[in-house]
């Protein structure tokens, strides 16, 4: 043998290879790792992390996995370091076709650091959604790049291994507990994805997502899962654009949650009202709350006020981290002075708060006038883009792209054929980027909130408009281009605007023989999968 393991520990089942650095690329490659794992009788932990797999050497050590029916625990950490992109969804389909060869049942995945994007779920949605995922309660998947539509394969698979676990195991259904999926840019449509989940399982105890650019239409619809998940103990949000919008039914949502131990806000910019929630509920709810970090968002002290005044006396507090907001000296020596007098804590629980001052409270006013300005800036890109949308137009419209645009096109919100033509438009042009799934998404969600835009007129002018109803028009010309179109009705299509009858319509005029439709196969097959699953 020319390779010793790192651990090989037969009392804890254990063998791991971690940190070796070895570059496997051949099946020969891979034969010296592929021996320890086949050797080790009751192996339940492997970790691969550390080292790089191609495809051959994916080859060999699926035989070995073959073997394994006791594996429990893969840790698969960062094993794809210098692969092409192209690579990891076959290796990753290799390997776990031996995991389910030998009819492992796995209790937790760690696939984080694994740079694999959209394409990498393809190599794992088959093993989620089979019988040795029934027993899956830990998935980890941070810094994997998946984007809104590595979400929704993510959803698809595990709603998938769900229902398959309430047909085919006499045991507990599917149960995840601890989902970690930060630094993924899952955005609105890809949280709204995992929510239907979250929803479907209710079994979640520990969620992180942060620094994943959910708004707060994504954390509404999070919102109304969690709400079920009532053995929650750690919700990590930090770092996403929640505002006061959407952190006011979040924390509504959680006032159940008797269990809560760590809620973690941070940099989200819940705003004062969003701080005002959280005195209101944490006073009577969370009675095992540890940890609080709402620093860095925006609070003015009224809000830092209503939280210390509702905390003081939390026994089981730990932490409490409210720096970089907009309180000034006085309010930050009056939440001080609040804890001093607690007779259950002392400043111990309160983390500096030295970053908070005046100017904190003039920078969040310039912020928002910021943002109420925002719609004015770069007028000639915003009608460029408006006219002939691009991808690279719409980037160019800064993180506020959403509210710049819903404000320029606000009249086409009344007109319904209009609208339609502008969400073609921008999906044809944008070719159904994440970035432009997100905007129609939102302009859509205003258009049936707030302008009562009949979702079953939008989808018939949709069909006219692709040739697939007659227009009474007889100079009119169908679009020839349908596959963004189509990959943005993909994600649209799971919104809760988009009515039962909506969906049977296009599922209704999809399924015809169409030499247009015809084109664009895989986008058609993949609309109307998501049409049919719901």
């Not at 790192?6 to 290879?17: A, G, H, N, W, Y």
């Not at 984007?147 to 291994?161: K, M, N, P, R, V």
């Not at 650019?213 to 930090?238: F, P």
């Not at 079953?456 to 679009?479: T, Y």
């Amino acid at each position: 043998m020319t390779i010793e393991p790192v651990i090989s520990d037969r009392d804890e089942k254990k063998l791991s290879f971690e940190g070796l650095a070895k570059k496997l690329d051949s099946y020969e490659d891979a034969n010296d790792f592929a021996a320890l794992i086949s050797d080790f009788e009751d192996l339940e932990i492997l970790q691969l992390n550390g080292n790089t797999l191609g495809v051959e050497a994916s080859k060999c050590l699926k035989e070995a996995l073959a073997k394994k029916p006791t594996l429990k625990k893969l840790v698969w950490h960062d094993i794809y370091t210098g692969r092409l992109r192209a690579e990891v969804p076959e290796s990753l389909r290799l390997l776990f076709e031996g995991v389910m060869c030998a009819g492992a049942r796995l209790e937790e995945v760690n696939l984080s650091d694994n740079a694999f994007g959209p394409a990498g779920v393809e190599g794992i949605k088959d093993v989620l959604a089979s019988s040795s995922c029934f027993t899956l309660h830990t998935l980890l998947l941070n810094n994997n790049g998946l984007g809104t539509f590595g979400a929704a394969a993510l959803s698809q698979a595990l709603i998938s291994g769900y229902n398959n676990s309430l047909e085919q195991s006499s045991e507990e259904p599917f149960q995840l507990k601890k989902f970690i999926a930060g630094r993924n840019r899952l955005e609105n449509p890809g949280c709204t994805d995992m929510a239907r989940v979250f929803n479907m399982m209710r079994s979640l105890e520990h969620l992180e997502i942060p620094q994943n650019g959910i708004q707060a239409d994504g954390i509404i619809a999070l919102s109304e899962a969690l709400c079920y998940n009532t053995r929650l103990t750690v919700l990590n949000l930090n770092d996403n654009i929640i505002t006061e919008r959407g952190a006011v039914p979040l924390i509504e949502s959680l006032k159940h949650l008797q269990v809560l131990e760590v809620l973690n806000l941070g940099d989200s910019l819940i705003r004062t009202p969003g701080a005002l929630k959280i005195g209101e509920i944490a006073e009577e709810s969370w009675p095992k709350l540890r940890i609080l970090n709402i620093a860095h968002c925006e609070i003015k002290s009224e809000g830092g006020l209503s939280v210390a005044r509702a905390l003081k006396n939390k026994r089981t507090l730990q932490s409490l981290d409210m720096d970089g907001n907009c309180f000034g000296a006085a309010a930050v020596e009056e939440i001080i002075q609040i804890f001093q007098s607690s007779s259950c804590h002392g400043n111990e629980v309160l983390k500096s708060m030295d970053e908070d001052d005046e100017d904190n409270a003039q920078e969040a006013a310039d912020s928002s006038r910021a943002e109420s300005e925002c719609v004015t800036i770069d007028e000639n890109t915003l009608k460029a883009f408006v006219q002939s949308p691009t991808e690279e137009q719409l980037a160019m419209l800064g993180p506020k792209y959403v509210e710049v645009v819903l404000d320029h096109i606000s009249p086409l919100l009344d007109d319904p054929p209009a609208l339609t033509n502008f969400f073609l438009d921008v999906s044809t042009g944008c070719q159904g980027s994440e970035r432009c799934v997100d905007l129609l998404n939102n302009v859509l969600l205003e258009a049936t909130e707030k302008h009562n835009l009949n979702i079953i007129r939008f989808c018939d002018v949709i069909l006219e408009q692709c040739g697939l109803i007659k227009s009474e028009d007889k100079k009119f010309k169908p679009r020839k281009n349908l596959a963004g179109p189509l990959k943005v009705l993909s994600h649209v299509v799971r919104q809760a605007y988009f009515t039962q009858a909506s969906r049977t319509i296009l599922i209704t005029f999809l399924n015809r023989p169409v030499d247009v439709l015809m084109e664009f196969p895989s986008e058609r097959a993949k609309l109307l999968s998501v049409l049919y699953t719901g």
